[in-house]
């Protein structure tokens, strides 16, 4: 015992406990404890000593009790259960509504270039099957087929017996197309880019983003833990900035600067927006700071460049310039999932780390058929890049000028947002976001009124990092027409004009 009492009182008397409750000598064990000298401890330090002791008496023999036991062992009667139950009120799962619940239009048809809602034909503007290759036979009867071979699912990860050959078949012709080393495919569009930044990502790292991404690189930002730098929509000088005050921290402590991984995430083409992103000088900021540069190219692949392969040839930009580029097959594609495309060491890490690649059922193969397919059609029919493309300049060409709405997007975009023409406060308050809603509504409803099918932009507010404008979101699809092109101008602007006046 005093082989093992040679630190403090307070350690002789855990172990005279111990001693007592193993074998019964307490008195025996406290009379050896007195007889070991205090030596040069203080008065204080016995002082503590003592209320610490007195306190493990406390917990471990006089515990404090929530309840009497008596009470414990009461059993409740059938009428005093009843009682409590009906007396119990559950709090709500979420809060209440803020604003006014309308039921949207139910589309009773596919939707293709024209929707059935509410047993009318109306030419849809709000659908992002820009290549129209959504209703295509030919592709619909090749998924068909795929049914009786391969079934309708592949029930299992891409790691664990979920990988079928057309997945390998689809990912080899993405990466032929886009001219990369490597594409690695998921099986849901918005879980694609969500789950390759916080691949690459840790806590510690640094990500320096657009205020305008959308939500679902929103979602693999929080993810990632990282460290979030955000600047201004497609402001270099801001982004600039940021990227000089870290490069000064970082000359600071040169060790944690070799350990910090940067990232600069933007898209290509800004569902929130409709702008692009400036490519060029992102690439140019990338060299010269060190950083690695992820594009989600989810709305402009498909539809930018001469070929559709997307952001990097409309700009000019080797592909090879950015780390990561993130693509949709949900878009232009006509069908679901998504691809991230780069160099085989880049992607390969997704595959034991990208979380909706390991944990998620691999994309049906009757949708990679599908998908696979649709690439096919978008380079070896020309003439529906070139359709969309002659659209989207006449369509914007139709709706400038519109009194009372203002139409952003670049002058390349199928993603038209018109937004009111009035003084954006520096911060709007959900008053003023819910009553701009609601004039953009009724503009909305006008224009379904008179046959054409437009959307206003919808988003999880409680839930965005960033607040986006309220606006009405336009998409121009490479089938329609001239006519249908000059009837939703004018009938865009006739409901403006009764609206607004």
């Known amino acids: 015992l005093r082989v093992c009492l040679q630190g403090t009182k307070l350690e002789g008397f855990f172990f005279a406990w111990v001693i007592h409750h193993k074998t019964g000598f307490l008195m025996e064990a406290i009379r050896e404890l007195l007889s070991i000298p205090y030596g040069d401890a203080t008065i204080y330090h016995i002082a503590v000593e003592v209320v610490l002791a007195l306190v493990v008496i406390k917990l471990v023999f006089f515990p404090k009790r929530s309840y009497p036991i008596e009470e414990r062992k009461k059993k409740l009667s059938k009428e005093e259960e009843e009682e409590l139950i009906s007396e119990w009120v559950p709090e709500p799962l979420v809060k209440g509504r803020t604003e006014e619940y309308t039921q949207p239009p139910t589309v009773d048809s596919i939707a293709g270039l024209l929707v059935t809602i509410g047993g009318k034909e109306k030419v849809n503007f709000g659908t992002f099957n820009f290549l129209g290759l959504l209703e295509d036979e030919p592709i619909k009867s090749k998924a068909a087929a795929a049914i009786s071979k391969y079934g309708v699912g592949s029930c299992g990860p891409r790691g664990f017996y979920g990988t079928v050959d057309v997945h390998l078949d689809l990912e080899h012709a993405l990466a032929k197309f886009l001219g990369v080393e490597e594409v690695i495919m998921y099986s849901y569009g918005f879980s694609t880019v969500a789950s390759a930044i916080p691949a690459y990502s840790k806590r510690g790292d640094i990500i320096f983003y657009d205020e305008k991404v959308g939500f679902a690189i929103q979602r693999g930002l929080i993810a990632s833990r990282s460290k979030l730098c955000v600047f201004k929509h497609n402001d270099m000088a801001d982004l600039e900035r940021l990227l000089q005050a870290q490069a000064a921290e970082d000359r600071k402590d040169a060790n944690k600067a070799m350990a910090t991984r940067r990232f600069l995430v933007v898209e290509g083409l800004y569902a929130n927006t409709g702008s692009l992103a400036p490519l060029k000088k992102l690439v140019e900021l990338k060299y010269k700071y060190k950083v690695r540069l992820i594009v989600d190219e989810s709305f402009s692949f498909g539809t930018l460049g001469a070929t559709g392969r997307g952001l990097t040839e409309h700009c000019g930009v080797p592909i090879d310039d950015v780390d990561i580029v993130v693509g949709s097959l949900e878009n232009s594609l006509g069908s679901i999932g998504g691809f991230c495309a780069g160099r085989t060491f880049v992607i390969d890490h997704q595959r034991l780390s990208g979380q909706g690649y390991c944990f998620s059922a691999s994309l049906p193969p009757l949708l990679a058929i599908a998908a696979n397919d649709c690439l096919t059609r978008l380079q070896t029919e020309p003439a529906r890049l070139a359709a969309l493309q002659k659209n989207v300049a006449t369509l914007r060409g139709l709706l400038n000028p519109l009194p009372g709405l203002r139409v952003g997007g670049d002058a390349a975009s199928p993603l038209i947002h018109l937004t ?30 008179s046959g054409i099918a437009v959307t206003r932009a919808r988003y999880v507010r409680v839930e965005e990092m960033h607040t986006p404008e309220p606006s009405i979101r336009l998409t121009v699809s490479s089938q329609h027409t001239d006519a249908h092109l000059r009837k939703a101008a004018e009938v865009i602007r006739a409901a403006a004009q009764s609206v607004l006046a």
């Not at 009111?420 to 308050?429: G, H, I």
């Not at 701009?436 to 509504?441: I, M, N, S």
Request: charged share 20%; proline share 13%; net charge negative.
């Open 420 to 449: 009111l023409d009035t003084p954006a406060p520096a911060a709007p308050t959900p008053a003023a976001i819910a009553a701009a809603e609601q004039t953009l509504q009724r503009i909305v409803d006008k224009c379904l009124e």
